[in-house]
């Protein structure tokens, strides 16, 4: 079949082409934990094992052996709709310390399974959500219903650790804002002795309530949802520690002017956490006593606009000293006890691990790469090399290091003195390869893809523009890697576009300052840097038509399409805005306060950047797409900004998808939904 006729039904057979990697490893100093779907159009999520004395890769799991995945409780369809997870089967699972004890949720059935042994269903009180293994391996903490329970795994004891008469009180989950914005995805846990657990209550009593109704099918009654928008009252979240013999207290911290519970961990200090203010400028990282509850500050972070939340901060080493980051004007830094210990320039993006005085994390010095470094006591060093993105983890003697490139995605354990061992990637190889061609644009030097048509050659007519950013602060698109995205993109451009990835001010990846340039403005700058980014691909590769340019873009991306036809039409002739913030009033708390503040100090600043504003400015075309099920960015956002545009009298497009959350995963649809575009596009500047 011709490429350009085959790749969309292959994109939405693989997943975008993530069906076959494999993810969520575990590694030890003789084997690898880690799952993987069975190939490339396999949405089936298995659990293996890789041997590092031979190298042979063994299916634990299959989940074909387990049951029906329709079966799943309401508290995991949302916990995988957070997570972005296109899989089904066994998409998490949780260790003892040594990695050979296993237990994992299934259909809400609870599994525990022993290397060397087959997996056994263990009896609960109620369908299983985030099961969390001590580390000593025998018993199991869980969630089911609003209860947090633990099992015993050696008698079958299943004791009530936590439960409310309430039924707007919930124990041992995260609430919306810390899944989908803090980056805390879970809530409870164990210290490392297993004889106690740490666990937050989460009542909704003061969060508003939305309703999702499903139109395609009247039948079904809409599902109600604890939504907290800009401004309006969070959930209250406390922590609690029980010694599961019937005693526990409360972690005490001013939650009044504290109320976001931002990272939490137990270690063989005690438990730490990081808590911060409403209005995000001030994080403490606070130690408590699991006796009496008592909290004290080791350290306190400010900052102006906000204080950025990064992943594995906070963390103590095995002599206590305190792991986090620290920023400057121009770089996050490795901080230890407060003081940096990395170079000026190198930006921290995670910290992976700290284990004795070694601390594993993620950084990078050139935005379109990320690297894998160790500090330690012989100071600082980087473990991954060559253009791309690079993670890991270690044990013991062991490196695990997986490794995205330009060319593909690589995973391979190396020990000293040992041979390679490589955990195979059974992704698909999409029809069209990316021919991408980096720049970097105007003084601010902003990191650009440039995609052609294969057939296109020097000389040739100029070619009609597709810019395609993401361009906000949750993530890079202008990385040297592979993804779905440059292969769509690549697609775009065979079908007679050339197509520019540009990352702007306010993606992460190039210091604190450049970060919180969007600070009480989240649009102005990144719509200016796709300009500057447009007209410098047109200036030094001379194969753009500037006067066909169009825009797409999904969640932030597709606000900056919207905007784009909206606020510079002399630049961008159409737009397509798929699942678009349009009312910055209908996004939640902490991730739309965090650059806009709250709007009642701020109404300006919700007005000015919501896009019901200039909808009497449209002049272009622009397809608003949205998924009706969506409840992160709610259809509200487009069926508003449609609703401004009709009412004055600006012809536009909407295109609903039924029963589609934020991404649509529906192989039918997604696939149909990329040739709409195209189609689109084509009509009005191809």
Not at 100 to 117: K, N, S, T, W
Not at 215 to 220: Q, T, V
Not at 377 to 401: D, F, I, M, P
Not at 425 to 454: H, Q, Y
């Amino acid at each position: 079949m011709d490429p350009i006729e085959a790749f969309p039904e292959q994109s939405a057979r693989t997943g975008r082409f993530t069906f076959g990697l494999p993810r969520a490893f575990t590694l030890t100093d003789t084997h690898v934990l880690f799952l993987r779907t069975r190939g490339p159009e396999d949405r089936a999520s298995c659990l293996w094992s890789l041997d590092l004395s031979d190298g042979r890769e063994q299916l634990l799991v299959a989940p074909e052996r387990l049951g029906d995945d329709e079966q799943l409780p309401e508290a995991e369809r949302v916990r995988r709709e957070r997570s972005r997870e296109r899989t089904s089967g066994v998409v998490a699972y949780s260790t003892d310390r040594a990695a050979r004890q296993i237990v994992f949720a299934a259909q809400g059935a609870l599994y525990h399974l022993e290397l060397g042994a087959e997996p056994r269903q263990v009896p609960t009180a109620g369908p299983v959500v985030d099961p969390r293994i001590d580390p000593t391996g025998r018993r199991v903490a869980y969630v089911t219903g609003r209860e947090l329970r633990v099992v015993d795994l050696a008698d079958g004891n299943d004791l009530l650790v936590a439960e409310d008469k309430d039924p707007e009180v919930g124990w041992g989950l995260p609430e919306h804002v810390a899944a989908e914005s803090m980056g805390r995805t879970r809530g409870h846990w164990w210290p490392p002795d297993g004889t106690r657990l740490l666990a937050a209550r989460v009542d909704l009593n003061p969060v508003q309530r939305w309703w999702i109704a499903d139109p395609a099918n009247p039948d079904r009654p809409p599902r109600e949802i604890a939504y907290p928008a800009a401004g309006t009252p969070n959930a209250d979240v406390t922590l609690h520690a029980f010694d599961l013999a019937g005693r526990s207290v409360e972690v005490r911290w001013d939650r009044t002017t504290y109320e976001y519970l931002a990272a939490v961990r137990w270690d063989a200090h005690g438990p730490l956490l990081a808590v911060q203010s409403r209005d995000q400028q001030t994080v403490l990282m606070l130690a408590a006593d699991p006796e009496t509850g008592e909290t004290r500050v080791l350290h306190e972070q400010h900052d102006p606009a906000w204080v950025e939340l990064v992943h594995g901060s906070p963390a103590r080493t095995e002599s206590g000293r305190l792991v986090h980051t620290e920023d400057d004007a121009e770089t996050r830094h490795l901080a230890l006890d407060g003081v940096p210990v990395t170079p000026d320039g190198l930006q921290v993006r995670s910290i992976l691990d700290v284990s004795g005085e070694a601390v594993l994390f993620e950084a990078n010095d050139e935005p379109t790469e990320c690297h894998l470094w160790l500090y330690d006591e012989r100071g600082l060093r980087q473990l991954s090399s060559g253009a791309g993105s690079h993670s890991g983890s270690v044990a013991a003697n062991a490196l695990l290091l997986t490794s995205n490139t330009e060319s593909g995605q690589q995973f391979v354990v190396r020990r000293d003195g040992q041979p390679e061992r490589v955990i195979e990637a059974l992704n698909a190889v999409p029809v069209v390869t990316p021919r991408i061609t980096w720049l970097r644009a105007g003084e601010l030097e902003l990191r650009t893809a440039l995609l052609l048509p294969s057939w296109h050659r020097p000389g040739d007519d100029p070619l009609p523009v597709l810019m395609s950013p993401y361009g906000g602060p949750a993530m890079q698109l202008a990385r040297r890697t592979s993804s779905g995205a440059f292969a769509t993109a690549q697609w775009f451009a065979e079908s007679g576009f050339a197509v520019v990835i540009a990352d702007g001010r306010g993606t992460p990846g190039r210091g604190p300052a450049w970060e919180k340039t969007v600070h009480l403005d989240s649009l102005t700058a990144p719509l200016e840097d796709q300009v500057t980014a447009l007209h410098a691909a047109a200036e030094q590769s001379g194969a753009l038509d500037l006067s066909r340019v169009a825009m797409r873009g999904w969640s932030y991306g597709g606000l900056l399409a919207a905007a784009a036809v909206l606020l510079r039409p002399d630049v961008f002739h159409a737009a397509v805005a798929g699942a678009a913030p349009a009312d910055q009033r209908l996004y939640d708390t902490h991730w739309r306060e965090r650059f806009l503040g709250h709007p009642d100090e701020h109404p300006d600043v919700y007005d000015r950047l919501s896009l019901t504003t200039y909808a009497a400015d449209l002049r272009r075309p622009l397809l608003l797409v949205h998924g009706l099920a969506d409840d992160n960015v709610l259809v509200a956002h487009t069926l508003r900004l449609s609703a401004a545009l009709l009412a004055a009298g600006r012809p536009h497009q909407v295109l609903p998808l039924p029963a589609a959350t934020h991404m649509p995963t529906d192989q039918t649809t997604a696939a149909a939904l990329l040739r709409y575009e195209l189609t689109f596009l084509s009509t009005h500047v191809l």
